[in-house]
């Protein structure tokens, strides 16, 4: 087992920057400017709880794609595998994956984003999901181990919620759904604290305020 130290990216800076082979040509971080992007690593191909992710994700695609999202799958096999598992899937589940996959052998994107966690493997990336707004920004990052596949519903969720946040310049709520109320940002000084029962929110305390969207 590696004791090397794993570099994370960090949130609300510019995502690292990659230009990689996928089953759709050459992608770089800058095909994707002006949209948001869920960039997600797996394991491998042809394995199974993967498979279960990839169907998931394609399922929604048209979800995600309503919110201006795009979807880009990747892990350490060759191109040809990719696709390879692409069409297995596609034969044996009648799933059709529109979304592209970055053949990263050379792990240059998985080490980038850490993918690579050597407690878990030196040669494989773990289920890492990193979701990245239309200028660049990452804003969303999130880990499963292998042994254990994703919610592609939560990140759907996930994605919503920080939408909502950027336009309505709110927070949101544990589990929160479109449509629930949402929080107020609490008061900044002393003196905004003691007329916040008077401004229409739903107070609970001076700290704790919700609305309606």
Same mark, same amino acid.
Request: hydrophobic share 45%; aromatic share 10%.
């Given at each position: 087992?590696?004791?090397?130290?794993?570099?994370?990216?960090?949130?609300?800076?510019?995502? &690292?920057?990659?230009? =990689?082979?996928?089953?759709?040509?050459?992608?770089?971080?800058? @095909?994707?400017? !002006?949209?948001?992007?869920?960039?997600?690593?797996?394991?491998?191909?042809?394995?199974?709880?993967?498979?279960?992710?990839?169907?998931?994700?394609?399922?929604?695609?048209? *979800?995600? =794609? *309503?919110?201006? %999202?795009?979807?880009?799958?990747?892990?350490? @096999?060759?191109?040809? *595998?990719?696709?390879?598992?692409?069409? *297995?899937?596609?034969?044996?589940?009648? %799933?059709?994956? #529109?979304?592209?996959?970055? /053949?990263?052998?050379?792990?240059? %994107?998985?080490?980038?984003? !850490?993918?690579?966690? &050597?407690?878990?493997?030196? $040669?494989? /990336?773990?289920? =890492?999901?990193?979701?990245i707004d239309p200028n660049g920004?990452?804003?969303?990052?999130?880990?499963?181990?292998?042994?254990? #596949?994703?919610s592609v519903e939560e990140i759907?969720?996930?994605?919503?919620?920080?939408?909502?946040?950027?336009?309505?310049?709110? /927070?949101?709520?544990?589990?929160w759904q479109p449509g629930d109320?949402?929080?107020?940002?609490?008061?900044? $000084?002393?003196?905004?604290? =003691? $007329?916040?029962?008077?401004? #229409?929110?739903?107070? %609970?305390?001076?700290?704790?305020?919700?609305?309606?969207?």
């Amino acid at each position: 087992m590696s004791d090397q130290a794993v570099s994370l990216p960090r949130l609300n800076e510019p995502a &690292p920057d990659f230009q =990689a082979l996928t089953t759709d040509g050459t992608k770089s971080l800058a @095909d994707y400017r !002006g949209k948001w992007l869920v960039l997600f690593s797996h394991p491998a191909d042809f394995t199974p709880v993967c498979t279960t992710e990839f169907m998931a994700f394609a399922k929604r695609q048209d *979800a995600f =794609a *309503a919110l201006n %999202v795009e979807l880009l799958g990747l892990s350490i @096999d060759s191109h040809y *595998a990719h696709i390879a598992w692409m069409r *297995a899937i596609k034969e044996s589940f009648d %799933v059709e994956i #529109g979304f592209p996959i970055i /053949a990263d052998l050379d792990m240059k %994107v998985a080490k980038a984003y !850490g993918m690579i966690q &050597p407690g878990a493997s030196d $040669t494989s /990336a773990v289920r =890492a999901t990193f979701v990245i707004d239309p200028n660049g920004v990452l804003r969303a990052m999130l880990y499963y181990p292998m042994s254990n #596949g994703r919610s592609v519903e939560e990140i759907l969720r996930l994605v919503k919620a920080l939408q909502t946040s950027d336009v309505e310049k709110i /927070a949101t709520p544990e589990a929160w759904q479109p449509g629930d109320d949402v929080i107020v940002p609490p008061p900044a $000084t002393a003196a905004a604290a =003691a $007329t916040r029962g008077s401004e #229409g929110y739903n107070t %609970v305390d001076w700290y704790f305020s919700t609305r309606k969207l």
